[in-house]
């Protein structure tokens, strides 16, 4: 079993993180960004190629890949620069063990890895690294992917859209119909494949059933 199995990692799937890297000049840079394994052995990355954290893969070539439970972490790293006080405090970083990246202290896993190829796209690029080092803590932990979220969303959207149509509440079911719409598109483009998109498909075949019944066009 590989690293990433050990995670939760899935093939294909992305699953959320947080990206830290060391800027040119020395400081430290943190970014909310979509990971996903394609062969179960390395990670890749895809940051836009206007961000901090593609210049700091292309000049230092390694990073540590943080996954974290905690919304706060996500907020105060995805917008550090839009507030007054944008410095982390001291003790939100450590040196990584293996590469010259900082590391999120508090995380429940990380990934420590360097960058074996690297291609630039006109507004995204495709990095792709190897794991030098991971770790994992001792919580039941598992990386986080969008694709779950969206599915528990839509089961739930499901239980009330039959309820609103056994009740003649067309426009309110139209509306939690468009919703799981929403979230059919999403794990498409995070999970597809997966148990995810097939639970969300035999939510959708019902409802189209329910649709029939209640003669909802």
């Known amino acids: 079993m590989t690293a990433l199995e050990k995670l939760g990692f899935v093939r294909g799937v992305i699953f959320e993180s947080i990206i830290s890297t060391f800027s040119p000049n020395g400081k430290p840079n943190a970014a909310p960004m979509g990971v996903v394994s394609e062969d179960m052995k390395r990670v890749v990355i895809r940051p836009f190629t206007t961000s901090q954290t593609f210049t700091n893969l292309k000049v230092g070539g390694c990073a540590v890949v943080n996954f974290v439970a905690d919304a706060s972490t996500f907020y105060k790293t995805a917008f550090k620069n839009e507030t007054v006080d944008n410095d982390y405090d001291d003790d939100f ?30 507004n995204r690029a495709q990095v792709i690294c190897r794991i030098d080092r991971w770790e994992k803590g001792t919580s039941r932990y598992r990386p986080y ?27 309110e079911a139209k509306r939690l119909i468009k919703l799981i719409e929403c979230y059919q598109r999403l794990i498409a483009r995070v999970a597809p494949d997966s148990e995810y998109s097939g639970i969300i498909e035999e939510i959708n075949a019902r409802i189209d059933i329910w649709k029939e019944e209640s003669s909802l066009k």
């Open 145 to 171: 992917c969008r694709g779950e979220f969206a599915t528990i969303e839509a089961v739930i959207h499901a239980t009330r859209i039959r309820e609103f149509l056994t009740q003649g509440m067309e426009s």
């Open 93 to 122: 970083f450590e040196k990584a063990e293996t590469i010259d990246a900082p590391r999120l202290k508090e995380v429940d896993a990380f990934l420590e890895v360097s960058v074996v190829k690297l291609q630039e796209g006109e």
